[in-house]
């Protein structure tokens, strides 16, 4: 959850097998799993709401 300061184990064990866009991909099972940690991401996107608002900002928290 944004703004959530919990700390979650759920990588404990887990290979890592790299990272995208600023958080670490790892391995579970054969499967690539990436743990989103939205303050650290390097993504940027453009989000289209119902209303036809078009927000910048990548936390839709932010978006205003």
């Known amino acids: 959850m944004y703004k959530d300061s919990r700390q979650w184990n759920v990588t404990n064990g887990l290979k890592v097998r790299g ?33 036809g608002y078009i927000g910048m900002s990548y936390l839709l928290a932010e978006t205003r």
């Open 19 to 51: 990272e995208y866009r600023g958080n670490t991909v790892y391995d579970y099972k054969g499967v690539e799993v990436t743990y989103w940690d939205f303050d650290k991401c390097e993504s940027t996107s453009i989000n289209l709401f119902s209303t």
